[in-house]
């Protein structure tokens, strides 16, 4: 079974920029879909951003313009750019891969923590 290892995640200052990564152990060309959750403390997991098989990508209004999503399906890497982060994007991200029959595989999770 594949299994998805984020990492990257750290402490940065408002304004700074952050790239996470998620390796799988297998090839993620068996993921239709990949993307990136976040939880913050006391908050429900929330949606951050997808890339499908082709390439077609969705954002979350809140991280629209300075997030950008990508995958390297050589590298069966999912990658998450982060820039201009605030102080409300400290959270724990969690990658994910959908496959043909909309199972979902989550990661471990990363955390990220944007200081003021």
């Known amino acids: 079974q594949v299994q998805l290892v984020e990492s990257g995640g750290g402490l940065v200052q408002a304004g700074g920029s952050l790239r996470l990564s998620c390796a799988a152990s297998?090839?993620?060309?068996?993921?239709?879909?990949m993307g990136w959750y976040r939880q913050a403390p006391g908050k429900q997991r929330e949606f951050v951003a997808t890339?499908?098989?082709?390439?077609?990508?969705r954002y979350a209004d809140s991280v629209k313009g300075r997030f950008t999503i990508s995958r390297d399906n050589p590298k069966n890497t999912l990658y998450l750019q982060m820039n201009s982060l605030k102080p409300e994007d400290t959270a724990v991200y969690y990658c994910?891969?959908?496959?043909?029959?909309?199972?979902?595989?989550w990661g471990q999770g990363t955390q990220v923590t944007v200081s003021t």
């Open positions: 994910h891969g959908d496959d043909r029959w909309s199972s979902r595989m």
């Open positions: 297998g090839s993620i060309l068996r993921f239709n879909v």
């Open positions: 890339i499908s098989i082709s390439g077609s990508t």
